[in-house]
């Protein structure tokens, strides 16, 4: 379970860094580059694009991504599978505001 909860944002996190790079954003090359990606997706650009993710988008996706270092570093194995069970309602809401987010952006940039 806690493989998927990794997987899911990091899936997110490939496609939100896909659409900066092609709008030309650039990530500093740091060990934050993870929370300056979502940071860079929650801004409006003005004159350039609107905001690529919502308020609740962002901050779901911070939550997954705190989680998602847990997870990775499982400080000596002390990771509990109640709390991965508890966190998954957050992490699939964190998961549909990203996927509404990116269709509506999606949609902005084609109709122009």
């Known amino acids: 379970m806690a493989s ?3 997987g899911m944002y990091s899936q997110a996190q490939n496609l ?3 659409v900066t790079e092609q709008l030309g954003d650039e990530l500093r090359k740091t060990e934050a580059w993870h929370k300056q990606l979502l ?7 003005p004159g350039v694009r609107s905001a690529i993710l919502s308020e609740e988008a962002y901050s779901g996706l911070q939550s997954l991504l705190g989680m998602r270092h847990v997870i ?3 400080y000596a194995g002390d990771l ?3 709390r991965i069970l508890e966190f998954l309602p957050e992490a699939r809401t964190a998961i549909q505001h990203t996927i509404n987010d990116l269709d509506l952006f999606a949609t902005s940039l084609i109709q122009g």
Do not use: D, M
């Not at 940071?39 to 650009?45: D, G, K, L, R, S």
């Open 4 to 6: 998927h909860l990794q």
């Open 16 to 18: 939100l860094k896909q």
């Open 39 to 45: 940071e860079i997706a929650a801004v409006e650009v």
């Open 72 to 74: 990775r570093s499982n």
């Open 80 to 82: 509990k599978p109640a």
